[in-house]
């Protein structure tokens, strides 16, 4: 089993819909908590971070962390055609200071219709 | 601008082949990293490097080489590449590797052995 589940999708959308995406995982260990976006033909880029249970909003975008259920998600509001990307997420134990040890998820292709 | 760059894009090879994709960043960043990106699979780290002369081994070093001679600059060594080595490469770097800085990544390196 890996340590990190994440749907792949791919996931369609009308442009303005509400978007819902998650991933698990089975290491309680795991207390830091980053989702990246993306973009086809380029790297992952830094969207939001988080440490503690409950959510942090940015913008559209707004993170859902549930350390009892060992889920996280990631939402965005009034989606866009620009949001279409791959979104992965990312965890780092509680131990651990350095980049090192982040483990990402597989990542969730997501595309918004115009 | 700052940026992680990576050279070349594409490379297409053949078994046995040596070859050495290169990774600059100009943001005088500590930590560099290189990670492999296969579908299902996610992001895996090959090599880290917390500062120049100090490289470690991350989740899937097999086959692969790095050294880190000057600040700015970590590559990638396939000594004798092999067709499980086929894969999107990306190279990583952050301020000081702690794991709440956000990792800027390169545009990738899509590399075929045949």
């Known amino acids: 089993q890996k340590e990190v589940e994440q749907d792949p999708g791919p996931l369609s959308v009308p442009e303005g819909a509400i978007v819902s995406l998650n991933c698990t995982y089975s290491n309680s260990a795991f207390q830091y908590f980053m989702w990246y976006r993306q973009y086809s033909r380029k790297g992952p880029e830094l969207l939001m971070y988080t440490y503690s249970s409950g959510n942090k909003e940015d913008g559209r975008f707004t993170a859902q962390v549930d350390k009892s259920s060992k889920y996280i998600s990631l939402f965005i509001r009034d989606s866009q055609p620009s949001d279409s990307a791959t979104y992965l997420c990312a965890m780092s134990p509680i131990s651990s200071g350095s980049a090192r040890q982040l483990t990402f998820g597989s990542g969730t292709q997501l595309t918004v219709l115009p | 601008e700052a940026q992680v760059t990576q050279n070349p894009r594409y490379l297409i090879t053949v078994t046995g082949k040596k070859l050495t994709v290169t990774c600059s960043q100009n943001?005088?960043?500590?930590?560099m990293s290189w990670y492999r990106q296969d579908p299902g699979l996610g992001l895996r780290q090959i090599y880290y490097s917390m500062n120049v002369e100090v490289t470690d081994k991350g989740d899937v070093p097999e086959g692969y080489k790095v050294s880190r001679k000057e600040k700015r600059n970590f590559p990638l060594i396939l000594e004798s590449p092999s067709p499980n080595q086929t894969s999107l490469y990306f190279c990583?770097?952050?301020?000081?590797?702690?794991?709440?800085?956000?990792?800027?990544f390169g545009s990738g390196t899509q590399l075929s052995v045949l």
């Open positions: 943001m005088n960043h500590e930590y």
């Open positions: 990583a770097s952050s301020f000081g590797g702690r794991r709440n800085e956000k990792l800027f």
